[in-house]
Each structure stands twice: as structure tokens, then as C-alpha cells.
């Protein structure tokens, strides 16, 4: 299903916008608007939801999160 986090040689993957997109507007069956008003915390549970709690990712730990906070910076 949606799969962040890393891939070969521990580099992170990008965020998988495509298959996101997909599931949000395509199987879940959301407008647009409502698409992009979703927290991640209600698309993850909207995952779940559809496809039980096997398929939705862990949140990443203070490293990764500490890496991505590096790698996109705000502002």
C-alpha cells in the first residue's frame, strides 16, 4: 500500500504523493478539498480503516523525524 520511510542503503524515500493522491481522491472517493484538509493523522486512520492496521505505517521515530526536520527545513 503507501509506504514512506527509507529504501536501499538507508536513504530516505520521497513521500509517495502518487499513491497517496490515489487512494485519497480514487478509493476513498474524497473532493479535492477535502483530500487536502486531511491531517496525516486522519489519512493514516483512514488507511487503517480500509485496509486494517497492518497497512498503515509506524510514524517515524525522533531520528527520522529529526532528519526530515534537517532535509526540509521551514522557511
Known amino acids: 500500500m503507501i509506504a514512506a520511510g527509507r529504501g536501499e542503503g ?3 524515500r520521497p ?3 502518487r499513491e497517496v493522491m490515489a487512494f485519497g481522491l ?7 478539498d477535502a483530500f487536502w484538509r486531511l ?3 486522519e489519512l493514516a ?3 487503517e480503516g480500509f485496509a ?3 497497512a498503515a505505517p ?3 521515530g525522533r531520528a527520522e523525524l529529526a ?3 534537517r532535509a526540509f527545513p521551514d522557511g
Open 10 to 12: 538507508g536513504a530516505p
Open 15 to 17: 513521500f509517495p504523493w
Open 26 to 32: 480514487g478509493v476513498l472517493r474524497l473532493g479535492p
Open 39 to 41: 491531517t496525516p493523522r
Open 45 to 47: 486512520a483512514a488507511v
Open 52 to 54: 486494517g492496521p497492518a
Open 58 to 60: 509506524a510514524p517515524p
Open 67 to 69: 532528519a526530515l526536520m
